[in-house]
């Protein structure tokens, strides 16, 4: 027996799927649990879309379900599941439609993120070149660096925490979104007559910043900010990246043969268009599109 209902689909499983597969919310209501969701959306997502599924229930923040581009993002929730559990259940369903694919999609993802945004940098990272990454290899995000007692009586803070690092590496990346430079709230301020607590309010956020770039830097970690312009400016991500990849050439002796690799304008051309597909924005959809109609990613792919 099937539901008929235009806003329900069903699907039907040909072979047996592992314990525990399904959540019950009650009333005789169950719903994929996030190992399969991750299964069963491998077969209509982008790999890339995928891969930032993987980001988001592995990590502490959640999309909204109704528009998951577009939508409000809510921060500071539980990961669903981790990395190795997914993996774990994709061992367990044996051969079956959509494993392949969920494990070299699952192979990019990282545990412990706390946005979008920073999930969409960790896969352009972590992609190989050929699937037009940047190949920096291994990354870990949001690992908590104390600092010295010296530098906490001096008023620096006890810890920080960058949001990617490159692992072997003295180097990764932080991403300032709005709330760093909120030059709206000072605008909207000054039009109801007094912005001198905005303006207070940014210029000590901006000043945590800079702080929080020295602390790290003097602990041996080189991050580089990240802000929407590098996003959505043609170019202005392959600026950072190579200039991070420069950065690992100069201070851990690491090549640069990928990433040249990677700034052939062919790939540049294509990562931008990949990079404004998974951006949250209203022409996402439209290059997400052009994206899957294109699929690089079938082209030489490991």
Wanted: charged fraction near 20%; glycine fraction near 8%; aromatic fraction near 8%.
């Amino acid at each position: 027996m099937s539901i008929q209902a235009r806003f329900v689909t069903c699907s039907v499983h040909p072979s047996r799927l592992p314990a525990d597969s399904f959540v019950d919310l009650g009333d005789g209501l169950f719903v994929p649990c996030p190992e399969l969701l991750f299964l069963q959306l491998s077969r209509i997502m982008m790999p890339e879309a995928l891969a930032l599924l993987g980001y988001e229930l592995c990590g502490t923040y959640a999309r909204d379900p109704r528009d998951p581009q577009g939508g409000i993002v809510t921060y500071d929730v539980p990961p669903v599941t981790s990395v190795s559990a997914i993996a774990s259940y994709l061992d367990a369903c044996g051969v079956h439609s959509g494993v392949l694919e969920s494990r070299r999609m699952l192979a990019r993802v990282r545990d412990n993120s706390w946005s979008a945004m920073e999930s969409v940098m960790a896969l352009l990272a972590a992609l190989p070149v050929h699937q037009l990454g940047y190949e920096f290899g291994d990354i870990v995000l949001n690992v908590r660096h104390g600092a010295t007692p010296e530098l906490v009586a001096l008023g620096a803070k006890e810890s920080r925490v960058p949001d990617i690092e490159v692992v072997g590496t003295h180097v990764g990346f932080n991403y300032d979104g709005r709330g760093h430079l909120d030059l709206e709230s000072i605008a909207a301020a000054a039009a109801a007559g007094d912005a001198t607590r905005e303006l207070r309010a940014v210029r000590e956020k901006n000043y945590d910043d800079i702080k929080r770039d020295r602390e790290l830097a003097a602990g041996g970690c080189i991050i580089f900010p990240v802000v929407s312009q590098d996003l959505y400016a043609p170019g202005g991500l392959d600026a950072v990246m190579l200039e991070a990849a420069q950065a690992m050439h100069e201070i851990d002796g690491r090549s640069l043969a990928n990433i040249h690799v990677a700034m052939a304008e062919s790939y540049q051309i294509r990562r931008q268009r990949l990079v404004w597909a998974l951006l949250p924005w209203e022409k996402g959809v439209e290059y997400a599109r052009a994206h899957v109609a294109y699929r690089p990613w079938a082209v030489g792919a490991k």
